[in-house]
């Protein structure tokens, strides 16, 4: 396994990140980005900043999200409920700062979080929960059903 710098790191989780945006399956560059961030939190090598609200919280109001500080790097990722308890709010993200620019390409960049992580990066089976396929509705001909007669006698009217 080679050492990389933290710098090298955060370089290649940016790329990473900025790739998974416009990918047309991101869950698998997102879930590499959360395990490499998560081990450089246990290693004391990216700090937590605080919570931010999220830009695109969905059908939520206001989604708080987390900021992580690594090498002059910072990334967001899903808050959990400790930090809630743990760290300030930050209120809304400054849309004027961007982080430095980086030139690795996407392959050197999940060659060097591999790597790092010492794992494919890839979400076992276990991890992600698969949706059913929904259940195509059943359509039958009219009349196409068993017909039942009805049992009593029918009296006239007079």
């Not at 399956?25 to 900043?49: F, G, S, V, W």
């Not at 987390?66 to 090498?71: D, F, K, Q, T």
């Not at 992600?128 to 059943?138: G, L, S, W, Y």
Request: some cysteine; glycine content about 6%.
């Amino acid at each position: 396994m080679k050492k990389y710098t933290t710098r090298q790191i955060a370089e290649a989780i940016f790329t990473v990140n900025k790739h998974a945006k416009t990918a047309l399956n991101p869950r698998e560059l997102y879930y590499l980005k959360k395990l490499t961030i998560d081990k450089l939190l246990q290693e004391k090598r990216a700090q937590k900043k605080g919570l931010q609200y999220s830009k695109n919280s969905g059908v939520a109001q206001q989604a708080s999200s987390l900021l992580i500080e690594c090498s002059g790097y910072f990334f967001h990722t899903k808050a959990r409920k400790a930090d809630f308890a743990t760290l300030t709010h930050l209120g809304y993200q400054d849309e004027n700062y961007r982080n430095p620019p980086s030139s690795i390409n996407l392959r050197t960049a999940r060659t060097i979080l591999t790597d790092y992580i010492g794992t494919s990066g890839k979400p076992n089976a276990a991890s992600v929960t698969k949706q059913q396929a929904p259940i195509p509705p059943v359509f039958t001909k009219l009349g196409d059903g068993q017909l039942t007669l009805p049992t009593q006698s029918f009296k006239k009217r007079s």
